[in-house]
């Protein structure tokens, strides 16, 4: 295939992300665990998919890989640059691998709004070129590297999450903050990601895939799944309180309500039209707030007589957070998600005081909220909203969030 060079078109989206050391309380405190509660909202155990156009990678569980010289590639050259789809992109080989290295044959890569905002370099802080983006991948274990302590064998379905490596020993690491180490890798942003067919990761980050669970299923569970389900967590609420999802419609916000429903809470689901109100009330949520049509506060406030409990904000506009402030009961807690350009939390000090309200922002999950929330997946708590596209979609793709015309995830069959 010839070298493909797209131009996008710039425009405005939103993103999200990082840890979690402690237990939520009701998969702890009340001794109910995520298999458990995945087993008691669906009447399956088997994982169940929402796809769009299924189809079957070619990319196997294999004991032993050859591994060639160079791959297909997605290569950032330069923020808001052309993007380019390389063919002679080099791989690593076993042998250059590092000590506590692998390398995973990529099978499937989601596509999120962290990827395109890291294309622009709508971030403050500089991203690495030129650099492969990417952080959504599943595929096996092609090679690790000698000297490394792990349980991984060749072969091993894993996911590539955004956190790629962390020293594990600084305080945050020993805390279970690792996504905050300050020497922490971030794939598709300080090292290449998951947009290409053969990726390095770290074995101690990697998360390991239960074999039910199909791997275009677990991509997006990688990053969207992982990062709602930590910060659903982080309500440290209880069973039957009302949480509040703006942007439930949204690559997130639909993966949010399935957590929050299989965790007890009363769900309560903000977007706008009657697709996305199907599509919400279809994942769990006992409400339905369209933001174009109604009150938002006001029928929150009448709905959960008094306000809600929390609302976890994965909405692409800073006004769905300021708006939550409103909503919330006394003690009710707003966790910041979605990452808005240049958006602003304005909070009124005395009400804040008076309510006790907590605001909290919530970046990815850690090494164990990984493998929580793709056990839920697994069990068929969630099921992912999607379509598989070929590896040459990506530009595509961006043009279409750019410009808000995405309808499902977008998920790349990286064969």
Known sequence: MNHIKQVVSRSRSHSPFFPSPYKHPILSSL???????????????????????????????????????????????????????????PVTQPKDLQPGQVL?????????????????????????????????????????????????KIGDPVGIKWLANS????????????????????????VDGSFQQWAVSYAAHVTPIPRNLPLELAAPICCAGVTVYKALKMIEGSPGENVVIPGAGGGLGHLAVQFAHAMGYKVIGIDSGEEKRKLVKSFGAEVFVDYMKEDVVKSIVDTTNGGAHASVCV???????????????????????????????????????????????????????????LDMAARGAVKTHFVVEPIDRLAETFDKMSNLTLAARVVLDMA
């Open 31 to 89: 001794s109910i665990n995520p298999s458990l509660l995945s087993q008691r909202s669906y009447s399956t155990n088997q994982p169940t998919t929402h796809h769009l156009n299924p189809t079957m990678s070619t990319v196997t569980s294999q004991s032993s890989y050859e591994i060639p010289l160079t791959q297909k590639a997605w290569v950032f050259e330069e923020n808001n640059g052309p993007l380019q789809l390389r063919t002679d992109w």
């Open 167 to 190: 020293c594990l020993s600084c305080e945050e690491c020993r805390k279970g903050y690792e996504s905050v180490c300050k020497r922490a890798a971030v794939h598709g942003f300080t």
């Open 104 to 152: 995973v044959r990529i099978a499937y890569s989601g596509v999120c709004h962290t990827d395109l905002h890291v294309w622009k370099g709508d971030w403050p802080s500089a991203n690495k070129l030129p650099l492969v983006g990417g952080h959504e991948g599943a595929g096996y274990v092609a090679a690790i590297a000698d000297n490394t302590q792990t349980d991984l």
């Open 315 to 373: 909405a692409s506009g800073a006004a769905a957070y300021n708006q939550a402030l409103e909503y919330l009961r006394p003690r009710g807690v707003l966790v910041a998600v979605g990452l808005p350009k240049d958006a602003c939390v304005q909070a009124n000090i005395f009400n804040s005081v008076v309510n006790e309200h907590r605001i909290i922002g919530s970046y990815v999950g850690n090494r164990q909220d990984s493998v929580e929330a």
